[in-house]
């Protein structure tokens, strides 16, 4: 159980599940020493703060993005317009909405939405924008550290709209010069759009190497 102190255990003691620490607080201080760490929250309404570290990490490795015949030509239609970290609020409110495939309720709780807004006040989490005729249709939201981007969660109204969004995400992480982009736990939508599992061994030694780099903090346009 972890304390007011802001330390963890170290993520290669998680458990099979990926289960790391329980409790705690989800201050930006935390949140970010969390994120450096290779530890991220996921919790329902009714639990404490649980903390994770899975193994296997999925993982987007930015220098093999290509996109796909039918995406480039929904690109290149112009049909969507993104926009960067313009409706963070509203953003992470609907990811926190968007009913998931196999899941009754959403780890995205009050508390995480009120936690993370204060970090894109700070210009640590940012979001990905997609409109259609002016009204917000999909996007998704992360943290940036050093040369990583941690992607927390995505939604859309519109078919391929977080598509859309995950595609300028991707452009501007490559404009940063990033490394990766770490989506967490395995998924097979995720592994579909072009992620891949590695060892939490892997991740941990790339999050080191990635986290020497300066953060681009702000908000970005």
């Given at each position: 159980?972890?304390?007011?102190?802001?330390?963890?255990?170290?993520?290669?003691?998680?458990?099979?599940?990926?289960?790391?620490?329980?409790?705690?607080?989800?201050?930006?201080?935390?949140?970010?020493?969390?994120?450096?760490?290779?530890?991220?929250?996921?919790?329902?309404?009714?639990?404490?703060i649980?903390w994770?570290?899975?193994d296997?990490?999925?993982?987007?490795?930015?220098?093999?993005?290509?996109?796909?015949?039918?995406?480039?030509?929904?690109?290149?239609s112009?049909?969507?317009?993104?926009?960067?970290?313009?409706?963070?609020?509203?953003?992470?409110?609907?990811?926190?909405k968007?009913?998931?495939?196999?899941?009754s309720g959403?780890?995205?709780?009050?508390?995480?939405?009120?936690?993370?807004?204060?970090?894109?006040?700070?210009?640590?989490?940012?979001?990905?924008?997609?409109?259609?005729?002016?009204e917000?249709?999909?996007?998704?939201?992360?943290?940036?550290?050093?040369?990583?981007?941690?992607?927390?969660?995505?939604f859309?109204?519109?078919?391929?709209?977080?598509?859309?969004?995950?595609?300028?995400?991707?452009?501007?992480?490559?404009?940063?010069?990033?490394?990766?982009?770490?989506?967490?736990?395995?998924?097979?939508?995720?592994?579909?759009?072009?992620?891949?599992?590695?060892?939490?061994?892997?991740f941990?030694?790339?999050?080191?190497?990635?986290?020497?780099?300066?953060?681009?903090?702000?908000?970005?346009t």
């Open positions: 159980m972890l304390g007011n102190e802001k330390v963890f255990p170290d993520p290669n003691e998680a458990e099979d599940t990926g289960l790391l620490a329980v409790g705690g607080d989800l201050s930006p201080q935390r949140l970010l020493l969390a994120y450096k760490s290779g530890i991220f929250p996921w919790y329902s309404e009714d639990d404490p649980l994770f570290s899975p296997p990490r999925l993982i987007f490795e930015l220098k093999e993005y290509n996109p796909g015949r039918t995406l480039k030509k929904l690109i290149n112009n049909k969507y317009i993104v926009k960067i970290d313009t409706n963070f609020d509203t953003v992470i409110k609907q990811c926190a968007v009913p998931r495939q196999g899941q959403t780890w995205i709780t009050d508390e995480m939405i009120q936690s993370y807004i204060a970090l894109h006040n700070i210009g640590y989490a940012h979001s990905f924008e997609t409109y259609l005729n002016d917000l249709v999909g996007g998704l939201y992360g943290i940036s550290l050093g040369g990583a981007f941690f992607g927390e969660s995505m859309h109204h519109k078919k391929d709209a977080s598509k859309i969004a995950f595609h300028h995400l991707i452009l501007k992480c490559r404009e940063f010069n990033f490394d990766f982009i770490d989506s967490q736990v395995p998924t097979d939508h995720m592994k579909q759009m072009g992620c891949i599992e590695i060892s939490r061994t892997s941990l030694k790339k999050l080191t190497n990635t986290l020497i780099k300066d953060t681009v903090k702000g908000h970005w």
